[in-house]
């Protein structure tokens, strides 16, 4: 092939990649969503409002996808995993129980925009119930409590829960739960933080009635 | 004179019901704003509700009362159209009266 | 048994029956909390401060303000020039006049602008601002429909077509958190920590929760209107803040007062 033909395939490709970016899906409402963030900057258009091919297929889809998008979901997110360059994948428990509580951060616009610097945690206590003596939980996903108390904390309990939370759609396709480390909201520190808070012994998620 | 609040009075058994919505900030003096200064401390201190001029109600209020306080209560000794007259004075010296014929 | 010994034992039976419930109410923590909130806004519901921004509405609507010195008494709010009772209950809708679907705010605006001759600019100043203009004068326009079932028109080709916007916005998913309105709105029986969440694809959720719009709600003293909720729902989705009255905003409202359809209107309501 010629030097010329294959740089135009992959322009070609690039091309079609970008529009599927871009969220081809529905061009009545990319018109209205362009109307509504005239005044957002290019960055805040590509963190906060460009839709990945995971958000465009389960918007489209209503978070109910048929099998094969479904797997086609699963595989494109399972090649996002990545673990800590440093190995440890349980961090210290109580670092993650103060980040299951925080749900500041990343807040921008005119009214409440978030001051810089302010923390963002994984807000777990939004969706899940964890530890027994926090009344003030979410049931948006299924209850933690007990978690590691069920589950054992061997090296491979510790890579799921490590790999769930960084990106929940390699398990469960269109899943509610944010992707916090494919999309760099949690560190993988804080992740390893909150592996802890549900797998150590120790943690308050763990602890008996 | 500060924002008109709602009184409303009606005969209920023996008793004359009082209900009160009244329109005030009530800054506790220990809220900050965006810049991070102390928002003034200006809330209501005293209320009083006379009939007939009669008191019939004294309230000594602080900080701990929210913003746009409801007061409801109980009186006996009135009856239907006579008027009941709600006053209040805050911490700045601001003050406002409103009345109610009870129904 | 002695006076002594009986009162000795109501004592023991009553110090017996609070254990148990205490015990009772640790494993029903949720239902007790669940239990004393529903007591709270049952407290809450006889004295809404709504009223006062209401009562603040109806001066600002027939006030004469602006540079023409006019009143907003001759403002068509969908019903025909001057009629605001049962306006809310179809709102958003199409108008001729500006050629546009607009929702309460907007088209309060629009008269500002038309009769009052204020600038657009002017109209919309602080609107977010408790106690604000457009707060107290939507309050007092919804309060007018109180009662009347939400019945917005849909058969308008602009009507339509932001309809079905307003359906694909709600599951549009995107931002660092992979949000969408339907991330908490979209089954039954959720809550984000304590705060009940209505779900919008079941009717009877959706009822519950629009004919309760706009609402005081305690922790902002202030009262909220559906856009004021709404935009402030995109901003804990971590977007960017949409533009006041853009048509983004005015199509999720058709799509949820469509949903909520049929519902009886409660305004004003009063909320956490």
């Known amino acids: 092939m010629s030097v010329r033909r294959r740089l135009f395939g992959l322009v070609a490709v690039a091309m079609l990649a970008s529009s599927s970016m871009a969220g081809a899906s529905d061009s009545v409402t990319d018109a209205i969503v362009r109307e509504a963030f005239a005044t957002a900057t290019p960055e805040e258009w590509r963190d906060r409002l460009a839709q990945d091919d995971a958000q465009a297929l389960c918007s489209r889809h209503r978070n109910l996808p048929p099998p094969e998008v479904a797997a086609q979901i699963l595989e494109s997110q399972r090649a996002t995993l990545r673990l800590p360059d440093d190995g440890r994948l349980m ?32 807000n777990c206590y939004a969706c899940h119930v964890m530890a027994p003596g926090e009344v003030a939980a979410g049931n948006i996903g299924p209850s933690l409590t007990g978690y590691g108390r069920l589950r054992g904390n061997t090296p491979e309990m510790q890579r799921y829960t490590y790999e769930k939370i960084h990106n929940a759609q390699a398990f469960f396709p269109c899943s509610h739960m944010p992707r916090f480390g494919h999309n760099g909201w949690l560190t993988p520190k804080e992740i390893a933080d909150l592996v802890a808070f549900l797998l150590d012994p120790a943690s308050s998620v763990n602890a008996g009635r | 004179m500060a924002n008109p609040m709602k009184v409303r009075a009606a005969v209920d058994g023996d008793t004359v019901l009082v209900k009160a919505l009244m329109s005030h900030v009530m800054e506790t003096g220990r809220r900050t704003n965006d810049k991070g200064e102390t ?52 911490s700045k010296g601001d003050s406002r009266t409103d009345e109610a014929i009870i129904t | 048994m002695t006076w002594r010994m009986r009162g000795l034992a109501a004592v023991a039976v009553l110090a017996a029956a609070s254990a148990v419930s205490i015990v009772a109410a640790a494993t029903d923590a949720e239902d007790h909390a669940a239990d004393e ?20 509405g109806e001066a600002l609507w027939r006030e004469a303000r602006g540079p023409t010195g006019a009143s907003l008494e001759a403002c068509d709010l ?4 001057g009629v605001v009772a049962g306006a809310y209950a179809q709102l958003p809708r199409f108008f001729a006049d500006t050629g546009r679907v607009q929702d309460t705010e907007s088209r309060l605006i629009s008269c500002m602008v038309a009769l009052q001759g204020f600038t657009p600019v002017e109209a919309t100043r602080d609107w977010y601002r408790p106690g604000s203009d457009l707060e107290a004068l939507v309050t007092y326009v919804a309060t007018q429909s109180k009662g009347m079932p939400i019945r917005v028109p849909v058969s308008h080709p602009e009507e339509a077509r932001l309809l079905a916007a307003g359906g694909e916005l709600f599951f549009r998913r995107s931002g660092p958190l992979d949000f969408s309105c339907a991330t908490c709105h979209s089954q039954d029986q959720r809550r984000i920590r304590l705060q009940d969440l209505p779900n919008f694809l079941n009717p009877a959720d959706a ?14 003293s202030a009262v909220w209107t559906m856009e004021r909720r709404l935009i402030d729902c995109v ?38």
Not at chain 2, 52 to 81: D, E, H, M, Y
Not at chain 3, 78 to 81: A, E, I, Q, T, V
Not at chain 3, 207 to 220: D, E, F, K, L
């Open chain 3, 235 to 272: 901003r804990q989705m971590r977007w960017p803040e949409p533009a006041f009255g853009s048509e983004a905003i005015v199509a999720l409202q058709v799509w949820l007062q469509h949903q909520g359809e049929g519902g009886e209107l409660q305004s004003p309501g009063i909320k956490r």
């Open chain 1, 91 to 122: 961090g210290d428990w109580r670092a993650g129980e103060k980040l299951a509580s925080i749900g500041t951060g990343g807040h921008i616009g005119r009214i409440q925009p978030d001051p810089p610097g302010r923390a963002k945690g994984g």
């Open chain 3, 207 to 220: 009822r519950a929760s629009m004919v309760t719009w706009p609402a005081y709600r305690v922790s902002q």
């Open chain 3, 37 to 56: 909130i529903r007591k709270y806004r049952q407290m809450l519901e006889d004295g809404n401060p709504a009223e006062l921004m209401e009562m603040k």
């Open chain 2, 39 to 90: 928002i003034p401390a200006h809330f209501i201190q005293q209320v009083t509700v006379t009939h007939k001029g009669r008191v019939v109600l004294s309230a000594q209020w602080g900080t701990s009362i929210s913003a746009n306080p409801f007061l409801s209560f109980r009186f006996r000794g009135g009856a239907k159209g006579e008027t009941v007259k709600v006053a209040w004075v805050d």
């Open chain 3, 78 to 81: 969908g019903l025909g020039p």
